[in-house]
């Protein structure tokens, strides 16, 4: 069912009675030519991807709990590409350019918004590294524009620019950059892959690898094994654990991050804007309702959620650049579990294992990548080749010394 | 790595089943104290390979991590108190804190299994085959 207008017009006078499921709900074949191991946005564009450019459609995606039920409903929805090195932003590139056609491909409203997005900067050191980044952003074809601290004012004017101890002095402004309903994402791209045959299975874990003289040849899973040619993980947060099950250790840890919603309020902030003397950024959803958050809890967890300690500090960041927000209430707040890599870059590639193919380390960015993550690991899983814009994302870099470190931080998986 | 429970008895604060939730930490030291006062390292699992050991061994030990769902061993450092290193063991599924260790009788206590075991703990499986 195609949606439109016109069926929204049509189904209004038949007292909507006749919209259909967005997909099927398929029993599990006993073999696919591709398997991907996670429902998340990643996976799903994934199976998009392998059916939509590689007429790869004997594909399932399986999910341990319900399509989207992991970080991809879980973030704050910011959509950018402003990444300094040459690893990472022509990848992330293509992932914006992505992102601006993704609601007439998927034929879905993501409510793709490009509000633009303000990074703040506080500092004479701070600006010259954010002109750097900008002009390796232009660099790449993106845009970047540095303002001044008055160019600032005029957009986002209630920011506490006198701020004693962190007056902002400016900003780093990627206009193409901004929000997405990250929901809808995910819901788009099952519904697109389902339309084209593949198999989106729910309630349906992966509790091992069935390997064979080095060459996969299916999934263990809480619904009997399923064989197939080639095997994708998609599995974010618990990436380490289903890649332990191939027999393989990877540069991963698991940290909790924590995102917060306030009460909605009017139109208050038009853009995404990060704070610079703390990791923080806000915006504002259709609804009202400011979304926010800050940095990691700084432990391996799994659980899903956090610590008040953390979100103590969120407050204190959002009071110390929009005091205006200080009695505004907050409704709700969560926890994902980041693929916290060591350099804080992803890892799309091959595997020791022939066929086994792997998508991890997304810290925590990796909504933003949710477009061009589907459509270079489909084209890996396809091909057997990594696709040009993710050569430097291999698995192996750390082993030859050619991280991808974007903050400098070195192997310290927490401060990425 | 899994250490065996001997490793960890020394000066063990409280003892698995006494769970207590991560909020209060008991320093060695100084007491019960606020998680807030510890800046927090990372695995203590790995251990850094001999000075002449092969490049393979260092990339495990700096980069390659178990990541496990379920009890580890953690540096922490008590950063607003004794400013002593310590291990802390801690479910990370349900973030229950279970023993706290200095950090020295922790590392003293891993190298004596070290010298009386065969198999531990220079046997972490390491990631195997060149790759292109």
């Given at each position: 069912m195609k949606y439109s207008a016109f069926s929204i017009f049509r189904q209004a006078l038949s007292g909507n009675r006749g919209w259909k499921p967005a997909w099927r709900e398929p029993e599990p074949k006993s073999h696919y030519d591709a398997i991907i191991v996670g429902g998340g946005g990643h996976g799903l564009a994934t199976a998009y991807y392998l059916a939509r450019?590689?007429?790869?459609?004997n594909v399932a995606v399986l999910e341990?709990?319900?399509?989207?039920?992991?970080n991809v409903g879980r973030n704050t929805t910011i959509v950018r590409a402003?990444?300094?090195l040459k690893g990472n932003e022509p990848f992330y590139s293509h992932s914006l350019k992505l992102w601006e056609g993704l609601e007439q491909e998927l034929?879905?409203?993501?409510?793709?918004?490009?509000r633009g997005v303000i990074n703040l900067y506080h500092s004479d050191g701070q600006r010259d590294a954010y002109a750097r980044r900008g002009n390796a952003m232009r660099l790449q074809g993106e845009d970047a524009e540095l303002l001044t601290r008055e160019e600032v004012r005029a957009m986002?004017?209630?920011?506490?620019?006198?701020?004693?101890r962190f007056p902002i002095r400016g900003g780093l402004l990627q206009r193409r950059g901004g929000t997405a309903r990250h929901d809808g994402v995910a819901w788009g791209y099952a519904r697109g892959a389902d339309s084209r045959g593949v198999d989106l299975i729910q309630n349906c874990e992966v509790t091992g690898i069935r390997i064979e003289k080095g060459v996969v040849k299916g999934v263990e899973t809480s619904r009997g094994f399923i064989a197939c040619n080639r095997l994708g993980l998609?599995?974010?947060?618990n990436s380490s654990r289903v890649a332990a099950m191939a027999g393989l250790r990877l540069p991963i840890e698991s940290q909790v991050l924590q995102a917060f919603v306030s009460e909605g309020i009017k139109p208050f902030i038009d853009q995404v804007v990060t704070f610079g003397a703390d990791l923080f950024y806000m915006s504002q959803s259709d609804k009202g309702g400011l979304v926010f958050g800050g940095s990691l809890d700084m432990y391996n967890s799994y659980a899903q959620r956090g610590n008040l300690a953390t979100v103590e500090s969120v407050m204190e960041a959002a009071c110390s650049m929009?005091?205006?927000?200080?009695?505004v209430k907050v409704l709700r707040s969560w926890g994902g579990v980041m693929d916290m890599s060591m350099d804080g870059s992803p890892i799309i590639d091959r595997t020791p294992i022939q066929n086994l193919y792997i998508n991890c380390?997304?810290?925590?960015?990796?909504f933003k990548a949710t477009p061009a993550s589907g459509w270079c690991f489909a084209h890996l899983i396809a091909t057997g080749a990594p696709h040009p814009l993710t050569?430097?994302?291999?698995?192996d870099r750390f082993e030859r010394g050619y991280a991808i470190d974007e903050t400098g931080h070195g192997a310290q998986a927490n401060l990425h | 790595m899994r250490l065996t429970k001997r490793a960890t008895a020394?000066?063990?604060t409280c003892t698995k089943g006494e769970e207590r939730i991560a909020s209060l930490i008991t320093c060695p030291h100084c007491g019960l104290r606020p998680k807030e006062e510890f800046t927090i390292r990372g695995d203590a699992g790995p251990v850094r390979p001999a000075a002449g050991a092969p490049a393979q061994d260092f990339f495990a030990y700096v980069y390659l991590r178990d990541n496990v769902r379920g009890v580890m061993h953690e540096h922490w450092q008590h950063t607003g108190g004794c400013r002593r290193w310590l291990v802390v063991e801690r479910d990370?599924?349900?973030?229950a804190v279970y023993s706290v260790t200095d950090a020295a009788l922790f590392t003293r206590a891993r190298a004596k299994i070290a010298r009386t075991s065969?198999?531990?703990?220079?046997?972490r499986p390491t990631r195997k085959g060149g790759r292109t």
């Open positions: 450019n590689h007429g790869l459609t341990k709990g319900y399509l989207g039920s992991g402003n990444y300094l034929n879905f409203n993501a409510m793709m918004s490009q986002v004017p209630f920011l506490d620019f006198d701020n004693a998609a599995a974010a947060g929009v005091p205006a927000v200080s009695r380390g997304w810290c925590y960015g990796g050569v430097e994302m291999r698995l | 020394p000066r063990r990370t599924a349900t973030h065969t198999e531990l703990p220079a046997a």
